[in-house]
């Protein structure tokens, strides 16, 4: 162990962000600020791998627990801690945050020293989201997080960036402070129950809500998170934001931010409530579907890359809150592993579309063409990423989509049978791209060469394009790991049972996943 | 009420004895010096007021027969106005060096912190209402002070016409009340009465004066005109101090509020705080000047904090008295910002003046951008948990349909109070403001420590909160 059990490593990882953007702050010159910012994103990227590797996946409830008191007088708590849901979305957020700074290299030149803190903070609050078990500290995570955001994409964005970004800050706050009204119900019910007025999520795991107040605080929950996922017929922020967003907040837009919302519903509506969840799961169910073919056919009319990578994004989130939604392994598997896979692709492809966009000066496909020829390298890793994306075997998009297609046919065979036209759908806009992109003519007009990718981007995309390999040729890495979680998720009762002994307990009955891919 | 009081226990009134020496001593000064020694004695009359303060906490001193009582609320109420009084102070130094009258400017504002300080600390009515008439007498005359500015006159005018229309109807709601109970105490609330009906139009009447003294809606007409009119260090304090004496005496008579009456003066509270949620937020939404805006915000804020008022049994005191701590911070810090960019100014500063503000003069536009922030009520600022407590007494006194629309109205807040941080961060530079003096400058130091209270506020709010709820055992029945 290279961590004694004291020292609050997840503490560590949260604000040592933050402490790099203090760093940012005292830095001088160009060098300093972007070298700070990087040994930053860096040193908490490698401090995010420590967790994955002492984690124990058969162990049910939450590990590396630190706990102190916050605020008393509001049953407020700092609590932290992690389990197989939130395992890899911290080594993700740390992985995309380096690329992120590195991809901004050298590329900003208006206020430069806000950039970096901007990012850093950001990552600081995504990291808290995703450690945090008391409801409050959660919420301001989630909230403090929004306003770097909001800077990033208003700041250093593109021409219609203003509009996009107050877009973006209101659509997400408007959700989260119908979120804030359900977390307080929650406190009061948890003391109606017999408990303390508190915030902490681990107690709300034992309780049981009376229904007429699940459905309500179900629907204050499942708004702030559809806004975020997003889910149809909230996601039209989507496109906008990332469109406008600098390459590196896309990434980190497109790679992290869009995993909280379905984070959050694992999180907070499925095992707190679970019997509003059954009760809306055909309706949500439903929306899933619609946006996985809405994200898909309005994909398919994109000529704009970086649109065209967005609402794709709107149909592969539909699919894992289908998988997720439908109540079984497969489903609720996948799920969790796609999270991790859509933030890879989807985030490497933005990388690529930057790139592309900052050789040849313009995102529109009809005056892009032919560059396969002139820039090879890039055409390789981009290819790669739109197979991954698209679910190619051997590939980690396979996977999870595999899964949560599997899943939803176990739900219902119509709707899995309806949400498997995005394989369809997605092999014909993602291939129609790159053949725009890459193949046919040159419609640029400037036939002179381009530069392939720069060894900085090279760096980026290397160990990007290994974890998809990595991830589509040994899945049960992830997958045993969210073995646990993922059987507590689908039986709400044994998630509190869990909790409560905090040991490993019998496996229940319906152990009904096929352990295809477990080997 | 006692005509001749047995126990005349000065020691009771020390810090407004003390305020009293400094205003007289205030007045003296500009007649023997050049006006050295102005500041300075304010300064530092106030801070013995506070001293007093302290001396006074925990000691429960009452004298007059009652009428005066100094209870821990009372003093926590007194102490935040006194600090509102020395934030103003520093903004007035910046804001009015020319000026020769300056000894009457903080002569009349000590006089209105010793009518706010008699407003906190008593449970009488007609005391009450001298408190009242002390603080708005100061006050008519502070925010007509630039007598060359020509808004400035009629903002002035208008508060004093509606100020004082005010003073009557509350003169009127307690003759009422007292022909009703016969009584002028508070207590008499809690007391079965003979005649319901005209308790119930005593009570409305002194509702709507003070509800004027607040700017909540629908008797706000004059606070944007006033703010914009009166010098900006006496808008800032304007838009705060009387807020807190006010809500002190609305708690008082929140507490004794019982009987049938009490849903018709709670609906009466709910409607003067939707409608001051809504007009305020969405009139705030279409203003183009800053100090506006920020009136605008206020009378918004107003109707949060009105929402404490319905729920005094579940910690509502304690809900009011943080949040009006922690808006002390952002609106004093948001005027003391727009105090320090449009000083030398000779027009209103409009919002679109701060195009690129963060370009040339990061730190400040970082402060502005916080206090912004913490107005909207984002975390991790004070405002957050501010008004996460007032919502959460809100909803635990069973008014969750009130707090629904707060959020809402939160919601739209969100839209101007961002624009500001917008038009600072994401426009390019326009020539709206002039040069800022460089260096370090005594509103610049003071506005950092505000800062830097406001995310205390945020993250470590269980201080703030504990001494919120400490100070009101008197206040809350049975808690």
Known sequence: ?519 | MNMIPQDVNLYCMLPEIILLTGATLLLFIRGVGRGQGIVPVAGLSVIAALAAVCYLWDRGTSGFGGLIMKDNGALLFQAMILTTALISFVLARDFLPDHKNTGEYYSLLLFSLIGMGIMTSTGDLLVIFLGIEILSLSLYVLVGFMKVVRAGMEGAVKYFLLGSFASALFLLGLSLFYGATGTTGLTAFAAPTAAPALLLAGAALMLVGLGFKIAAAPFHMWAPDAYEGAPICVASFLSVAPKIAVFAVLLHFGTGISGSGRNLIFAAVIFMSVASMVIGNFTALRQSGLVRMLAYSGIAQAGYILIGLLAIPEGGASAVAFYLAVYIFMNMGAFASVAHLSRRQEQALQIDDLAGLASRHPWHAFALAVFMISLAGIPPTGGFFAKFYLFKVGIEAGYLSVVLIAIIATIVSFFYYLRVVMVMYMTAAGEGLLPLPAGVTMIGVMIAAIVIMTFLAGIMPDQFLRSAVMAFPLIIPGA
Not at chain 1, 364 to 379: C, E, F, S, V
């Open chain 1, 1 to 519: 162990m290279l961590f004694n059990a004291d020292l609050p490593l997840l503490t560590i990882i949260v604000f040592l962000p933050l402490v790099g953007a203090l760093a940012v702050l005292a830095a001088r010159s160009r060098e300093g600020i972007q070298g700070a910012a990087l040994i930053a994103t860096l040193a908490t990227f490698v401090l995010t791998l420590l967790p994955l590797m002492q984690f124990r996946p058969e162990q049910a409830g939450f590990q590396f627990v630190e706990q102190v008191p916050w605020i008393t007088s509001l049953g407020i708590s700092y609590h932290l801690g992690i389990d197989g849901l939130s395992l890899f979305l911290l080594p993700l957020t740390g992985f995309l945050s380096v690329a992120a700074v590195l991809v901004s290299w050298n590329k900003i030149h208006l206020k430069r020293k806000v950039y970096f803190i901007s990012f850093l903070v950001l990552e600081t609050g995504i990291l808290g989201v995703f450690a945090s078990l008391d409801a409050i500290l959660f919420y301001v995570f989630w909230e403090a997080m929004l306003i770097p955001m909001f800077l990033i994409i208003g700041i250093w964005g593109s021409e219609n960036r203003r509009y996009a970004s107050l877009k973006f800050i209101i659509y997400t706050m408007a959700g989260s402070v119908f979120l804030l009204i359900g977390l307080i119900l929650m406190a009061f019910l948890n003391r109606q129950l017999g408990g303390a007025f508190s915030f902490d999520m681990v107690s709300w795991l034992a309780l049981h809500v009376p229904p007429p107040w699940q459905y309500g605080i179900f629907l204050l929950f499942f708004v702030a998170f559809a806004v975020k996922v997003p889910i149809f017929p909230f996601h039209t922020w989507l496109p906008d934001a990332h469109v406008e967003a600098p390459t590196a907040g896309s990434v980190i837009l497109a790679g992290v931010l869009l995993k909280m919302g379905i984070y959050g519903i694992l999180r907070f509506c499925l095992p707190l409530l679970p019997e509003a969840a059954r009760y809306f799961t055909p309706a949500i169910m439903t929306l899933g579907v619609i946006g996985v073919i809405y994200g898909a056919l309005v994909a398919f009319a994109q000529d704009d890359l970086k649109k065209l990578v967005a609402y794709s994004s709107v149909s592969h989130m539909g699919l894992i809150v289908v998988g997720v939604m439908a109540g079984n392994m497969a489903g609720m598997k996948g799920g969790i592993v796609q999270m991790v896979n859509h933030g890879l692709s989807t985030g490497a492809l933005f990388i690529l579309v930057g790139a592309l966009y900052e050789r040849q000066k313009t995102r529109d496909m009809n005056k892009l063409g032919g560059l396969a020829a002139r820039t090879p390298i890039l055409a390789t890793f981009f290819v790669i990423m739109t197979l991954s994306s698209l679910g190619l075997p051997g590939l980690n998009g396979f996977v999870g989509e595999f899964l949560l297609l599997l899943g939803a046919f176990r739900y219902q065979w119509w709707l899995g049978a309806m949400a498997a036209t995005t394989l369809i759908l997605g092999a014909v806009y993602m291939l129609w791209m790159v053949q725009r992109v890459f193949f046919e003519m040159d419609r640029s007009g400037r036939p002179d060469a381009v530069a392939d990718l720069s060894l900085r981007e090279k760096l980026v995309m290397i160990p990007l394009t290994l974890l998809v390999f990595f991830i589509g040729l040994y899945p049960s890495y992830l997958t045993d790991r969210v073995e646990t979680i993922s059987r507590q998720l689908i039986s709400p009762p044994a998630i509190k049972a869990a909790c409560l002994s905090a040991a490993a307990h019998p496996l229940p009955p319906n152990l009904d996943s096929v352990k295809v891919l477990d080997r």
